[in-house]
């Protein structure tokens, strides 16, 4: 099983920047990819981006490319999204999560544990 816990959510002004963290613990962390989701009032869970386990490589939703960084740090057990350039439409729940042996890995069906979310508010 695969524990995860996120945090650093809050409020920001449009154009600011925010970093969460997703803190791993259970099975061995370097062995799985870590997923970023976000799911707005009345929307659907959307996919924000994605890092492989070595953590040489991340891919990012459209919406958020160029704005928004995953890192990963495996010695700390650690996943962190850096956000810039923050807009009103990023306000969200932030989820992180652990990437699963099926579906795609921009789908929430291909992530099989999740965290309990941080909140995301970003003021106009």
């Known amino acids: 099983q695969v524990q995860l816990v996120e945090s650093g959510g809050g409020l920001v002004q449009t154009g600011g920047s925010l970093r969460l963290s997703c803190a791993a613990s259970?099975?061995?962390?370097?062995?799985?990819?870590i997923g970023w989701f976000r799911q707005a009032p009345g929307k659907e869970r959307e996919f924000v981006g994605f890092?492989?386990?070595?953590?040489?490589?991340?891919y990012y939703a459209d919406s958020v490319k160029g704005r928004f960084i995953i890192s990963r740090d495996n010695a700390k057990n650690m996943v962190y999204l850096q956000m810039n350039s923050l807009k009103p439409e990023d306000t969200a729940v932030y989820y992180c999560?652990?990437?699963?042996?099926?579906?795609?890995?921009?789908?929430?069906?291909?992530?099989?544990?999740w965290g309990q979310g941080t909140q995301v508010t970003v003021s106009s």
């Open positions: 999560s652990s990437r699963g042996v099926r579906g795609t890995y921009n789908s929430p069906s291909g992530y099989d544990y």
């Open positions: 259970g099975r061995t962390f370097s062995s799985y990819a």
């Open positions: 890092i492989r386990w070595s953590g040489g490589s991340a």
